[in-house]
């Protein structure tokens, strides 16, 4: 089983930056794939991103042109910068794995293993 733990989480106002990290302890973290989820009060998770062993990315539609994700196999490391935020980013975001080669799913069910999660606050 892999243990994956988020941090970069804040509050922060409408229009700024926040980069999450998750570190992954897995020495094979290159044959990965990594995704974000995200869950709000009230709401269902949402797929965020993903991005897939072979650097392959994806991204959720409330996400695109504002949020990248990206790797450090070296450092077994997944990031998501987050630009241009807005409260409605407002969310609890999880980090996901599975291992597996060149593929990646929006569904939470498909991922194996997930973190406890980084609480992102954006106020206006």
């Known amino acids: 089983q892999v243990q994956l733990i988020e941090s970069g989480g804040g509050l922060v106002q409408a229009g700024d930056s926040l980069r999450l990290s998750c570190a992954a302890s897995?020495?094979?973290?290159?044959?990965?794939?990594m995704a974000w989820f995200r869950q709000a009060p009230g709401k269902e998770r949402e797929f965020v991103a993903a991005?897939?062993?072979?650097?392959?990315?994806n991204y959720g539609d409330s996400v695109k042109g504002r949020f990248a994700t990206a790797r450090d196999n070296a450092k077994n490391t997944v990031y998501l910068q987050m630009n241009n935020l807005k409260p409605e980013d407002t969310a609890i975001y999880y980090c996901?794995?599975?291992?597996?080669?060149?593929?990646?799913?929006?569904?939470?069910?498909?991922?194996?293993?997930w973190g406890l999660g980084t609480q992102v606050t954006v106020s206006t």
């Open positions: 897995v020495r094979t973290f290159r044959n990965y794939a």
């Open positions: 996901a794995s599975r291992l597996i080669n060149n593929d990646w799913s929006p569904i939470e069910s498909w991922w194996s293993d």
């Open positions: 991005i897939t062993n072979n650097n392959r990315r």
